[in-house]
């Protein structure tokens, strides 16, 4: 015959039962996914996640107006009497002066002359100069970004003129001007550095994505085996 269970063993399931729902959950339980394994088994959704934010960069990138890059050159030499011992700091004297207002506004002058009025403004003319050397050469690489590659010369050009041009205070320097060449095709350096952070957003993005979709689905069966439980 069978036996009904005795009060003390009602007591101890009671007990253990009530010790089992008291009990605090895992934060941290084991087998929780990582970034990497994630990326790994859902490896399509990266790929096409980030192929998909290529392409849009892509797409925005060939929709902005196209930029030309014209470069003039300037070897500048002190004039004779001045000090030839430090050739960097004569430099970037001259640099400065190319930088000047005085300067900026001849050369838009100048190239007013070649080009439609309103072309370019001041504001544009400035933004749009971009001067380059170095502490140990007298080489001045004088370059200019247009929508189109004739004001990209004319932009170029007209800056050296202008310096060429200038009335110096005592001896002027000697310098030789080598002018813009029409640029024949827009400048890429736009659309790579546009595809190089676009690159990055996507791996991160694919990345959040991948293990959002991981953490959900190991999440899942838990959630089903706690409903199981309370009910």
């Known amino acids: 015959m069978l036996q009904s269970a005795t009060p003390e063993m009602d007591g101890s399931v009671e007990e253990a039962a009530a010790i089992e729902s008291t009990a605090e959950p895992e934060l941290f339980p084991p087998g929780e996914p990582t970034i990497f394994g994630a990326i790994w088994r859902y490896k399509a959704v990266a790929i096409g996640c980030t192929i998909a934010i290529l392409a849009v960069a892509a797409l925005y990138g060939l929709s902005r107006p196209h930029q030309y890059v014209a470069t003039a050159t300037l070897i500048v030499r002190a004039p004779s009497g001045a000090d030839t011992g430090d050739l960097g700091r004569y430099v970037t004297d001259q640099v400065a002066i190319l930088q000047s207002p005085e300067l900026t506004s001849k050369a838009l002058s100048i190239a007013g002359r070649h080009l439609p009025p309103g072309s370019v403004?001041?504001?544009?003319?400035?933004?749009?100069?971009?001067?380059?050397?170095?502490?140990?050469?007298?080489?001045?690489?004088?370059?200019?970004?247009?929508?189109?590659?004739?004001?990209?010369?004319?932009?170029?050009?007209?800056?050296?003129?202008?310096?060429?041009?200038t009335q110096f205070i005592g001896s002027p320097p000697q310098a030789i001007f080598l002018p813009a060449k029409t640029p024949t095709a827009p400048t890429s350096t736009a659309m790579l550095r546009?595809?190089?952070?676009?690159?990055?957003?996507?791996?991160?993005?694919?990345?959040?994505?991948?293990?959002?979709?991981?953490?959900?689905?190991?999440?899942?069966?838990?959630?089903?085996?706690?409903?199981?439980r309370d009910s």
């Open 121 to 165: 403004s001041y504001d544009d003319f400035v933004a749009s100069t971009d001067i380059v050397t170095t502490a140990t050469s007298d080489v001045i690489m004088i370059g200019f970004s247009a929508k189109t590659p004739e004001l990209a010369q004319a932009g170029a050009n007209s800056l050296g003129i202008a310096y060429v041009g």
């Open 194 to 228: 546009l595809l190089a952070v676009a690159l990055v957003l996507g791996l991160l993005a694919s990345a959040a994505l991948c293990y959002i979709l991981a953490l959900r689905n190991w999440r899942a069966p838990r959630g089903g085996h706690a409903r199981q």
